[in-house]
């Protein structure tokens, strides 16, 4: 049931190999190597997003969602957040709060999170957080030489939601039905296709507002498609 752990450790690797090398590299292959990120971010998403098997439960839940996150300024309080830890740890990074708010989201809504966690929680099986974890590491190599310090501090993030998810799970067990679940996770494709927009600066969008629709994905697919 600690596999959490072990991603939240390979973040922090990844994200401080990241610091060291990322000043060493021109400007150029930066932005190649996070336009690369951005369009292979998309690319999940869409891969996450399309399994769903309802169009208008996922069209209900991000509406509904992203409403209430820009209600309750979900991404303005993760900038704040990003940038409280920023003059804690006296960064003086331009991107701090960017790097930690686009890490945490990419690293925190996709489906193996979801099944990862669910699947540590319930069963004590950690094989699909191991393998985010390797993914995670590599990601955030990529991201901090771009973004900077705030992708290292996105590993407080991964440890609070993931921890917390792997715990819920125990206690949700009968309500985390393959539909439920499937569903939540095409939400977050969503949500991840816009933190690729995001990455690639095609757009601004308040990714971190649409979070709610993860939950409200899966009460929607709970109530429509049985548990």
Sequence with gaps: MFAFLVNTATVI???????????????????????????VTIVIGVSMAIKSKSIMLIVGSMI????????????????????????RAGSSAEQFALGFVTASLLFCVGPMTVVGSVEDGLYGKGELIYIKSLMDGFASIALSAALGAGVLFSAIIVLVYQGALTFLARYLQGALSEPVVNEMSAAGGVIVIGIGINVLGLARIKVGNMIPALPIAAVLAWLTMGN
């Design 13 to 39: 690797v990844g994200s401080s190999l990241g610091l060291l090398f990322g000043p060493k590299l021109k400007e150029k292959y930066k932005s190649i190597v996070l336009y690369s990120l951005g369009l």
């Design 64 to 87: 509904l969602g992203a409403l209430g996150g820009q209600w309750l300024a979900i991404e303005e309080r993760l900038e704040k957040t990003g940038e409280y830890i920023k003059k």
